[in-house]
Each structure stands twice: as structure tokens, then as C-alpha cells.
């Protein structure tokens, strides 16, 4: 990932403006720690600050075509970049980055050339001809951008809310699938696929066009200049990723360059579900498997930091991207630049166990469109700013353009759960990569019971959440909640404790506009709750409020004796770093 700021039409075209432009975009160094660029063409400034996985030698930004009329600022990667180069024969390119393409595309085909990227990626292009410039975010969000408007009538583009959210009047989350361009002044959808529109698809289910389908989008990401690896919690989706992965690294580029081994990574709790699978699907593969282990107080102590950089006070969110946030740190540190993980599945697939309730196939179908379509502000934001926040790059096969077409034109009733057919949650998946002759798993990972990545790496993690925020927030702060905090209000004392911290970093309105609310069982939509009378007594992101699903759901724990919360967070051994990642000291 990159950093990238763009301001547009401002009044002041001066040196001083130029410094202050310099410096919000230093606020953005954390995502690319290789490089910093800046343009100006007067009223208008690009900035970039770069994360070299292509071409690092000269691939520094901005971009420019021939003559230098096209400026280009980019965050992401475009994988069919080799072939939209032989499309552009007449074309001279003064790099080997993949996002040299977008400048001369724009030259070619004006406007309507972003449907042509088949990748993430956010950018800003400025046309020096008449000062116009356009603006795009990939299909699905899977990079962060914000778009804010200043009193000088400036328009401002930023990766990251803190690289606008001081100096702007209102901003916002740029919507995933569009393109501003301000010849019109207006958004507009250049993603429109047929899934969009939620009306119920009716292809037969065909295991081996989904597995190709896959397959596909996991390779067109080993596409690496620099070390890379694959995130490895051993459930399905991140198993999935690593066996193919695994299959298909020795003939790559990458692999003449680094070697043919495989690296893998997981965090978690000493002792977690993530640990033991993890270690057991990378025994299976024979990766080079790093294993780092997190206290609670670890991630209790990274909780400022993790909000900060992930810019959210949702409470799943958080839960998730802390020991994501850690883990990221360790393996940025072992020289790795670039992941590949598992992220998108359970929207695609209905795989959170709430699906479990799903009382038809249109509904189970609307809901994954829902899920689908909110991505960018939870699982996509996690992802990307968690790795981005120690300068690594995470890669989404489950969210590729052709893989999500061909997945969501199934129809959906080869997608539900029945339990007395053996068709557990994700079974079309499964199904598609049970294998005899050539297994990618043992079967009992193949089949493993979904667990939220902020569940897997301990249950003890969010136990110990909650038992500390609530000694940090007391019953009088809960009934004054809608006083302090009306937009959003939080309903638990782990939420309040999160939205203090939040709101000390971005007290502007606009800022807590960007996080979404509303109630959740299991990361279901408020829409799905209603699947189950009972879910609304119990609203809790964990995969464990989905009662009578999870095999260790709420109402199979025994109560927690009191005075334990406070325990677990005082008295916790530390990390310490050993040779293959971090081992627990006691």
C-alpha cells in the first residue's frame, strides 16, 4: 500500500502552502516508507508517499506520460498490467510499476478506462491540458480513500482521514466503484456488476468454474518484486489462499528471486484455535511458518495506536485489527513487504454463522449483497490499514472482480446451510476444493467450523476487552450516552471506551460520520437480526452471539467469576522475540 494527497484548486499556490501539503502528507508515511513525491501544477498538489512491491528501482511517484500533460498519483496495484501495456503499442512508458498504465489508458479512452483495471487501487489524475482532474476508487474498497472539501473551495483526496481531517469544512468516505471527475462536478458508478442490483441469480453450481475461478485470482496475485507471504490463521478461507498459493509460487518471478519456500504467518493467545490450525495447515503445505504470540495486555496497550491508524470506533473492527495490527509489525520486521489473506469470503459465501438462520435463499442472497457492499468499512478498512500502518501491503483474492461475478451468480440455494444434507456454512466452497486425488487440505480444515479472525486468536481476547473498558467507563457514563455521543450512540462500555479514544483523534462531526452503527449479531447486518427472535436480546459482533450455532456460543460458557477481567489484564507475561517470530516469556 501507499499514501496518497491531493489537493485541487486551491487558493493559495504558495510556498507555504507547499510545506503544509509536505507536511499532512508526512502523516501518511507509515503506508509508504520507500519514497515521497510531490507535484505541483499551480493551484493543484499531488503527494505521494510510496510502498515499492514493483519495479522499486524506478517506479517512484507521481506518474506521468510522455509529454508530462498527465500526472497520475496512485495507491494499489494493477495486475493485468502487461496486458493493457500490449493494448497500448503506440505508448512509450518511463517505468516498469504496473500503475504506469493509468496516465496513457486516460490518454487513450478519456474517462471510461477504469472498468479496464482488473486490481485495488485509489488514485487521483490530473489532465495539465485544462486543469481538470478525475478520481476513482477500486469495485469494492479494498483501499481506503476520504474526500474532503476546504472553505477556499479546495477539493482534497487523502488515503487516510488524518491527511485532511485538520484542514477541511466536511469530508467523507470516497464510495468503492466510483469516479468523480470534476468536468461534471458529480460521482458516478463505474461498477456495475450483475450482483449489484440483488435480483436472485440462477446458475447451477459448478465446483470445478468456482475452484478455476479462485485459483485464478491467487495467482494474478504472486505478481511481487520484493519478499511476500501469506496470512495463515487455518481456517478455511486463509488455508485456501496458502495451498494455492504454495501449488503455483515456483514457477513465478517472485520465486526466482526469494525462493520457492513459502512463508506463512499467524497470531494469536498462547493456545488459541488460530495457533493449533494454523501450525497444522502450514505443517501440511511445508511453509516456513512464523507463529507470534500476543498477551491481552499487548493488545490492550495497542489499542490507542490501533484506532489512530485504523481510523474506526466500530467494536469488531477493533477486535480484529489489533492482533492484525501486531502481527503486522513482526512481519514487516522479518523483511516482508507484501501478504496475501483471506479477507471477503463470508460475505460472498454467507459464512458468519448467523447464516445458519437464513430463512431463504433471496434473503440469504440480499444479505451477502449487503455484506458485499459495506465491506469497504469494515473487513476491507481492517485489512488495509492495519498491514498499512507498519508499511505492508495485504492482497484480497476472495474480493478479485471475475471471482466475486463468478460466485455470486450462483444460485443461492446451493449456497445455504442444511445441516441434515451435511452442508455446512461456505459448503459450495469447500466442496469446490475437496479434492481426492490432489488434496489442498486435510479434510478436517476443509471443514473446520468458521471463526471471526477477533474470536480465533483467543477467546480470552475479547473477554479481556471488555472486562478492561469496563474500568475505564462506569454505569453513570452508559446513561449519558446519547447525550455525548448522539450520532452512533454506543450501547456497551467497550464501544464508549473506543469512541473516547476516537474522538480525541477526530473530534470533527464529519470524521465520526465515517464509521457505521447500528446492531449486530455475529457481524450481521441490522437487516438479519430479524432472521432470529432471539438474537436481538443478545447483540454482540462475536461469532459466539450467534446461540445454537457456535460450539462455543454464550450459552454454553460457564459464568466468568468475578474479579477475572481485571486479572487477566494485570497479571500477563510478555512477548519476546525468538528466531521463527515471538514466543511467550513467563
Not at 413 to 419: A, G, L, R, V
Request: glycine letters at 8%; proline letters at 5%; aromatic letters at 10%.
Amino acid at each position: 500500500m501507499c499514501g496518497i494527497l491531493a489537493v485541487l484548486g486551491c487558493s493559495d499556490d504558495s510556498q507555504a502552502k507547499r510545506v503544509r501539503v509536505l507536511e499532512l502528507s508526512r502523516r501518511l508515511k507509515h503506508r509508504g516508507p520507500d519514497w515521497s513525491g510531490l507535484y505541483q501544477h499551480g493551484d493543484c498538489f499531488l503527494s505521494h508517499q510510496r510502498l515499492a512491491i514493483i519495479d522499486p528501482a524506478s517506479g517512484d511517484q507521481p506518474l506521468f506520460n510522455e509529454d508530462k500533460s498527465i500526472v497520475v498519483t496512485v495507491n494499489g496495484e494493477i495486475y493485468n498490467h502487461e496486458e493493457l501495456r500490449r493494448r497500448l503499442p503506440n505508448h512509450k512508458f518511463r517505468t516498469e510499476s504496473d500503475c504506469d498504465v493509468i496516465a496513457h489508458l486516460y490518454e487513450e479512452f478519456g474517462e471510461n478506462f477504469v472498468d479496464m483495471l482488473d486490481g485495488m487501487f485509489s488514485f487521483v489524475l490530473l489532465d495539465t491540458r485544462d486543469n481538470s482532474f478525475i478520481v476513482a476508487r477500486d469495485a469494492i474498497g479494498i483501499t481506503s480513500l476520504y474526500m474532503g472539501w476546504s472553505l477556499d473551495g479546495s477539493i482534497w483526496i487523502s488515503s487516510e482521514l488524518k491527511g485532511l481531517n485538520d484542514d477541511c469544512e466536511h469530508f467523507k468516505s470516497f464510495p468503492p466503484g466510483h469516479l468523480y471527475s470534476s468536468k461534471t462536478g458529480e460521482l458516478k458508478r463505474w461498477y456495475n456488476p450483475p450482483w449489484f442490483t440483488e435480483s436472485i441469480p440462477s446458475t447451477p453450481y459448478d465446483p470445478l468454474v468456482l475452484r478455476r475461478a479462485f485459483e485464478n485470482a491467487v495467482i494474478k496475485r504472486l505478481m511481487s518484486d520484493v519478499p511476500f507471504g501469506v496470512l495463515l490463521s487455518g481456517g478455511l478461507d486463509s488455508s485456501l489462499v496458502a495451498s494455492i498459493t504454495a501449488r503455483h509460487l515456483a514457477g513465478t518471478k517472485a520465486a526466482k528471486q526469494w525462493g520457492a519456500q513459502l512463508h506463512s504467518f499467524c497470531v494469536g493467545l498462547e493456545g488459541s484455535p488460530d495457533l493449533k490450525a494454523g501450525k497444522e495447515v502450514a505443517d501440511y503445505l511445508g511453509t516456513v511458518h512464523h507463529e507470534f504470540h500476543f498477551t491481552v495486555q499487548d493488545g490492550i496497550d495497542a489499542i490507542e495506536d490501533v484506532i489512530y491508524h485504523v481510523e474506526t470506533y466500530d467494536v469488531t473492527t477493533i477486535r480484529a485489527s489489533t492482533p492484525m495490527f501486531l502481527m503486522s509489525r513482526k512481519i514487516k520486521s522479518l523483511g516482508v513487504k507484501m501478504v496475501i489473506s483471506g479477507e471477503g469470503s463470508d460475505e460472498i459465501f454467507g459464512g458468519y454463522l448467523y447464516f445458519h438462520k437464513a430463512p431463504n435463499k433471496e434473503e440469504f442472497h440480499r444479505e451477502t449483497c449487503r455484506k458485499i457492499k459495506a465491506l469497504h468499512m469494515y473487513d476491507c478498512l481492517r485489512a488495509n490499514k492495519s498491514t498499512s500502518a507498519w508499511g505492508l501491503e495485504a492482497r484480497v483474492p476472495f474480493l478479485d472482480k471475475d471471482f466475486i461475478n463468478v460466485a455470486m451468480s450462483i444460485d443461492p440455494e446451493f449456497k445455504m446451510i442444511k445441516k441434515d444434507e451435511g452442508r455446512i456454512e461456505k459448503w459450495v466452497l469447500r466442496k469446490a476444493f475437496d479434492d481426492e486425488e490432489k488434496p489442498y487440505l486435510p479434510k478436517h480444515i476443509l471443514y473446520r467450523q468458521k471463526e471471526q479472525f477477533s474470536d480465533g486468536v483467543g477467546y480470552s481476547w475479547i473477554d479481556g476487552l471488555k472486562a478492561h473498558a469496563a474500568l475505564h467507563v462506569n454505569d453513570k457514563m452508559m446513561q449519558n450516552a446519547a447525550h455525548i455521543f448522539p450520532h452512533n450512540t454506543p450501547t456497551t462500555k467497550e464501544g464508549y471506551y473506543y469512541r473516547m479514544i476516537f474522538e480525541r483523534f477526530f473530534p470533527q462531526n464529519s470524521a465520526r460520520q465515517t464509521v457505521p452503527g447500528g446492531p449486530s449479531v455475529a457481524c450481521s447486518t441490522a437487516t438479519a437480526i430479524e432472521w432470529d427472535a432471539e438474537w436481538s436480546k443478545n447483540l454482540d459482533p462475536s461469532g459466539r452471539a450467534a446461540l445454537g450455532v457456535h460450539n462455543s456460543a454464550y450459552e454454553n460458557q460457564a459464568a466468568v467469576p468475578s474479579g477475572l477481567g481485571p486479572e487477566i489484564i494485570e497479571n500477563v507475561p510478555r512477548m519476546k522475540v525468538g528466531t521463527q517470530g515471538v514466543a511467550i516469556a513467563s
